[in-house]
């Protein structure tokens, strides 16, 4: 049940040139101070580490709290965030509304999660129904039927089934298969000796011991299903893609119906599957992992049926275990919490049962959210930033010396065609067949899963529905969807360090506008560029633009293979090049469109003590301070596409002209790149 908001194909997530040729001296505008001396390490020189330069002292003030793995000015923001989301839910609970409505079941699913004493009291009786449904399995062709019944709770035990768009006919939704059933989460650590994969097996074993002891296996009985699923997990490692490979659009495009399901995965029984999720006939289906498919059905018929019962178990206990009594939680904190990220301690239970309750009734909590907490004039600003950044993104396309006329036409098209969500949807989602009651915290959680599922189903086969968000308006993040071409923008981003509603320009274009830039650079990214206007997979580029948008992107591959983010451990240039590219280009667009702002007048005088490029430059810069663990450090470089908040900062800024034109930096600068070296691409 982790997995519930699984999104393959969106994603390209958050947030992740010269001066101005304008003549000097202007009015000062009135703004609230956002710089100011005591959030900086003024002893460290610019050029030498500017990410410590400009945020020293904000990690000084913000040590990390025990129960994070990184907390920086952005987890700030979402930390504040949530008391506003608390405020909210609190204030549904107290109007006790009557059955049915949306206030009680907001009110009801946060008291059902935080009555830990009913929980304590229930231990695994919420899921008892499903061991059995397992444990009763007596022959192989009653596997199936439990396979999709936990699919219809989204457990996807081996593989995810969803709606998507298609990917070449973006205007209408399919089915997509995506391989699953991995409980630590990347397939290198079942498969590399690496120390830290190594220990992570061992914690992954205890972890799943624990979990086989705690719904009642004898300590020997617990230890050898643990064998038994960490050798089955290990084939899934072996039949898996590796996240390089599913970062490739092409690849993971392999679009089939029902008969080519049978005949791509002969061993499973498609048909009893797919009659168990309630959709006998979905229509066309794109396979994202065609191999991993393939194996899968032949474990379905080759592995005995008591492993495939100790699997099933497995991810059931497992996927539920941090809504369950608290040995539980802990079991389950100390594998995904301590292990893997780091953290000393648990999240209080009300930030848990919050998240839970966000998440289960993302729309509802978000519409009462927007009513409170998004003010009219941020959506009206933000409109004006967007549309100032379109200009100058396409302004930079006129301007790209290595692109030829007809590559740069289309580019035009894509970036004229982008469209954007600022705020929250034009229409709610309607949770009226969503059954939430105060009783039980569990059986609330699966009664979401299955009505997310069952609504994620009734789109199979029909147009797209373009005024559906996938992230609720109180999610601090954005995002660029390749397949609808679109950039979103929640509520909750447009509050500092992103967006001052009365800050000056300079410190919002480096903030905000970097952030709008970078999702509309996710367009033009290795992976965005392959998808044209209408969002189909579909190559506008000529062969010779392709080569020499490779060789520059090359350059800042080899840049971030060379970071050595903790001894022995480098970035990954290859698998992070998407969001590298668009912090680099929202760098670039949105100080051209800061320029533009300027309509050729003098930039305004210093404010706190900074000009405006500066504070373009530390506004960028703020959004990214954070403290963070060694843990997380290795797990973010394995899992994360997105660069460390340090890398940031100083990996893309010396590839740019005005950084070292704002903060007079030259050759001796350690962050130095001579400008035959640096990385220009949009
Ligand atoms: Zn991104």
């Known amino acids: 049940m982790r997995t519930k908001h699984f999104l393959p194909v969106i994603v390209a997530t958050a947030i992740g040139v010269g001066a101005c040729q304008t003549a000097p001296k202007q009015t000062r505008q009135v703004v609230k101070p956002v710089f100011s001396a005591a ?33 920086g000015s952005f987890d700030k923001l979402g930390e504040e965030n949530r008391e506003n989301v608390k405020k909210v839910i609190e204030k549904a609970a107290a109007e006790k509304g009557a059955p049915g409505t949306i206030s009680q079941k907001i009110g009801d699913f946060f008291a059902a999660g935080m009555d830990s004493a009913a929980v304590e009291k229930a231990g695994i009786t919420p899921i008892q129904p499903l061991l059995d449904e397992i444990s009763n399995i007596s022959k192989r062709e009653e596997l199936v039927t439990v396979i999709s019944s936990l699919q219809r709770k989204q457990f ?17 939704t399919i089915a ?57 997990e290990t084939k899934l490692a072996e039949a898996s893609n590796t996240r390089m490979e599913n970062r ?78 608290s040995s539980f939680v802990d079991a389950n904190f100390d594998f995904y919490g301590k292990a893997l990220s780091g953290k000393k301690a648990q999240e209080p239970r009300w930030k848990r049962v919050l998240g839970a309750t966000s998440g289960a009734l993302g729309e509802a909590v978000g519409q009462l959210y927007v009513a409170d907490f998004f003010p009219p004039q941020a959506k009206v600003r933000m409109e004006t930033l967007v549309e100032n950044l379109r200009i100058a993104f396409g302004q930079r396309v006129d301007q790209l010396e290595w692109m030829s006329a007809e590559t740069k036409q289309a580019a035009h098209e894509k970036l004229t065609t982008i469209n954007v969500k600022i705020g929250y949807p034009n229409k709610w989602r309607d949770y009226s067949d969503l059954t939430i009651t105060a009783e039980s915290y569990v059986t609330n959680i699966m009664a979401s899963n299955e009505f997310d599922f069952a609504f994620d189903m009734s789109k199979l086969g029909k147009a797209v529905d373009k005024e559906e968000w996938h992230m609720t308006p109180q999610t601090v993040n954005a995002y660029y969807s390749p397949v609808a071409n679109e950039i979103v923008f929640p509520a909750a981003i447009l509050q500092p360090p992103f967006f001052y509603l009365d800050g000056d320009d300079a410190v919002n274009y480096g903030a905000i506008g970097v952030v709008i830039g970078h999702e509309m650079t996710h367009g033009f990214d290795d992976k965005g560029r392959y ?43 290859e698998y992070s090049l998407g969001e590298n590219i668009a912090d680099l280009g929202g760098l670039c667009i949105s100080y051209q469109a800061y ?58 800024l010396p590839n740019v002209q005005m950084f070292y034109d704002a903060f007079n930096l030259d050759a001796s600068s350690a962050l130095y790149i001579a400008p035959d070296k640096r990385a220009i691409i949009w």
């Open 248 to 325: 490739d659009p092409h690849k993971t495009y392999n679009k089939t119906d029902v008969a080519g399901l049978v005949k791509m995965a002969p061993e499973f029984p498609w048909n009893q599957y797919l009659a168990g999720i309630h959709v006998p006939a979905p229509g066309d289906v794109n396979v994202y992992q065609p191999h991993f498919l393939g194996e899968i059905a032949k474990l379905y018929q080759s592995e005995s049926l008591e492993t495939w019962k100790t699997f099933l178990t497995a991810v059931v206990v497992r996927e539920s275990a941090s809504y369950l009594s």
């Open 531 to 573: 998808y044209d206007k209408e969002g189909n997979l579909n190559d506008w580029w000529t062969a010779e633009d392709t080569k020499l948008f490779e060789e520059r992107t090359q350059v800042l591959v080899d840049q971030f293979n060379a970071i050595e983010v903790l001894p022995g451990t480098f970035a990954n240039g």
């Open 156 to 172: 996807a035990p081996v593989f995810h089934f969803f709606s998507s768009a298609d990917q070449k006919n973006s205007d209408m």
């Open 39 to 71: 959030d900086m390490d003024l002893t460290m020189q610019p050029g030498e580490n500017f990410y410590q330069y400009a945020n020293g002292g904000w990690m000084t003030q913000n040590p990390l709290p025990d129960a994070k793995s990184r907390y």
């Open 595 to 652: 320029c533009n702002s300027l309509k050729g007048k003098a930039q305004p005088e210093k404010i706190d003590g900074f000009t405006a490029d500066q504070r373009f430059v530390l506004g960028y810069s703020r959004v990214w301070a954070q403290n963070i663990r060694e843990k997380e450090i290795l797990r973010l470089t394995k899992e994360d596409v997105h660069s460390l908040g340090v890398n940031r900062v100083n990996g893309p």
């Open 176 to 232: 997509g298969i995506y391989q699953s059933g991995l409980g630590m989460p990347d397939r290198d650590y079942y498969l590399d000796d690496s120390e830290r994969s190594v220990k992570l097996r061992e914690a992954y074993h205890t972890y799943m011991t624990t979990l086989f002891s705690l719904i009642g296996n004898a300590e020997d009985d617990a230890a050898k299903m643990t064998e038994t699923i960490m050798a089955f």
